[in-house]
């Protein structure tokens, strides 16, 4: 038998157009929808889509859901600060501690090009 999925997904009012405060740029970008002049259904509100997970029976994780490219343009922006600081820490400063046992540098050094690629 299939189990029943829950979706979650949903759009919140976060603020009006005016006030949003953008907080992270990782999430998706909000819907904003200023008609505050329409004679009829006059609004002014800022859309936020979010999302939720089941982490255990009791427990909800909800969000704000985020934008892949710009989570892996973050992730990139991080890994490439951290190389840097490797290369020169790490890589560039290396002491000749391993004179006697060749197996044990190499290892060593695979570590550290794997860290830093």
């Given amino acids: 038998m299939k189990k029943k999925s829950t979706n979650a997904k949903s759009m919140v009012i976060v603020s009006d157009v005016d006030n949003y405060d953008f907080k992270d740029n990782r999430v998706l970008k909000p819907l904003l929808l200023n008609c ?3 004679p009829e259904y006059p609004m002014n509100h800022a859309f936020q889509h ?8 009791k427990k909800t994780l909800e969000y704000f859901v985020p934008n892949n490219i710009s989570l892996l343009l973050s ?3 991080t890994a490439l600060n951290d190389a840097e600081k490797m290369y020169k820490e790490f890589l560039l400063e290396q002491q000749d501690e391993f004179k006697e046992d060749k197996i044990d540098e190499l290892w ?3 570590f550290l090009v794997s860290n830093y690629i």
């Fill in 50 to 57: 979010s999302d939720s997970v089941k982490l255990t029976k």
């Fill in 36 to 38: 505050s002049e329409h």
């Fill in 108 to 110: 060593h050094n695979c």
């Fill in 75 to 77: 992730n990139s922006r």
